[in-house]
């Protein structure tokens, strides 16, 4: 009698854990829908707003609006310098390294005036 009172308890209490394990896995299922649910509406939503900006950043739209509101126009050819018009300057430093630095006081030469 006393081996079949405790194989019951056994059981009643094998039975009660399987249970509280099974609901506590169909919570974690639930909670991974909602969570994958949630990643693919703001999936979505990321590729709205990436063809939103690319619709609002069109050049020829930007180019509308910057010479509408901005009074802007496009840069001349004449205002496009090479690189070596950049005025540069070598320094050496205490150790006799160099450096480069840009010195706006030294003016470069035109073409036309070194002529």
């Known amino acids: 009698m006393r081996l ?7 059981l009643v209490g094998l039975g009660t854990t399987l249970y509280q394990v099974k609901t506590g896995i169909d919570e974690r299922q639930d909670w991974l829908q909602q969570l994958e649910l949630r990643i693919a509406n703001t999936k979505r939503d990321i590729a709205v707003l990436e063809a939103e900006w690319a619709y609002l950043s069109r050049p020829e739209r ?6 509408d509101l901005l009074q802007m126009t496009p840069i001349g050819q004449d205002r496009i310098l090479p690189l070596d018009a950049i005025p540069m300057r070598i320094e050496f430093d205490q150790t006799g390294l160099k450096k480069i630095i840009f010195d706006p006081a030294i003016q470069p030469q ?6």
């Open 4 to 10: 079949i009172l405790l194989s019951a308890l056994i």
């Open 62 to 67: 930007v180019m509308t609006l910057s010479g």
């Open 110 to 115: 035109k073409k036309d005036q070194a002529e």
